[in-house]
Structure formats: structure tokens, C-alpha cells
């Protein structure tokens, strides 16, 4: 299966904007879901996981602020981003685990800036 993410761009601190990642394929086999970021000099970090029994998990960094959705019939997984703030600026990832394979979409900017 191949992800494609979009929805990404420039807003201003306080601002919300709504990823999407977008599955070629069905992701109702998909153990994991999920949204990761990586910024500038730093590592990839997990936002967001949806498993594939309902159990969600985010960043302490996000809690709060970022909501994880899966649409199995749509294929699709979202990532609200609400009160969003300069330190979420990062390239936005998504990924689907199947087992011990985990596939990697080619990620969304998110700039948070005034």
C-alpha cells in the first residue's frame, strides 16, 4: 500500500489545519496508524497512533490539541491539529504497520508562523 499526505501549509500560531494520509490500498489489516513529525535537526518523533482495535495515543506534546481519526471504508486517516503552535512546525508523516512491515508516506510541510 502507498500513503499520500496532504493538507498541509503556512498558519499562524492558534491556527488548526486538517492532514490527510490517503491509502492506495485497504488499511483494515493495518495493526497501526499513525501521524509522525520531524523537525528541523531533530529525530522523527510519533504524534498520533490508531490501532487497528480502536486504542489511541498521542504525544504528551499534542494531547489535547491534535485528534487522530481512521476511516477504514474510506481508507484514509486524518490529523485535526487545533491551537497549533511554532514548535509543531515539522514535516508531518504518515504510517501504516502491518506486522513488522511499516510503510511510510513522503510527508506534508506544517509551518506555524506569524
Known amino acids: 500500500v502507498q500513503l499520500v499526505e496532504s493538507g498541509g501549509g503556512l498558519v499562524q500560531p492558534g491556527g488548526s489545519l486538517r492532514l490527510s494520509c490517503a491509502a492506495s490500498g485497504s488499511i483494515i489489516s493495518m495493526n497501526v496508524m499513525g501521524w509522525h513529525r520531524q523537525a528541523p535537526g531533530k529525530e522523527r518523533e510519533s504524534v498520533a497512533t490508531y490501532t487497528s482495535d480502536g486504542r489511541v495515543n498521542y504525544a504528551d506534546s499534542v494531547k489535547g490539541r491534535f485528534t487522530i481519526t481512521r476511516d477504514n471504508a474510506e481508507n484514509t486517516v486524518y490529523l485535526q491539529m487545533n491551537s497549533l503552535k511554532p514548535e509543531d512546525t515539522a514535516v508531518y508523516y504518515c504510517?501504516?504497520?502491518?506486522?513488522?512491515?511499516?510503510?511510510w508516506g513522503q510527508g506534508t510541510q506544517v509551518t506555524v508562523s506569524s
Open positions: 504510517s501504516a504497520r502491518e506486522g513488522i512491515i511499516t510503510r
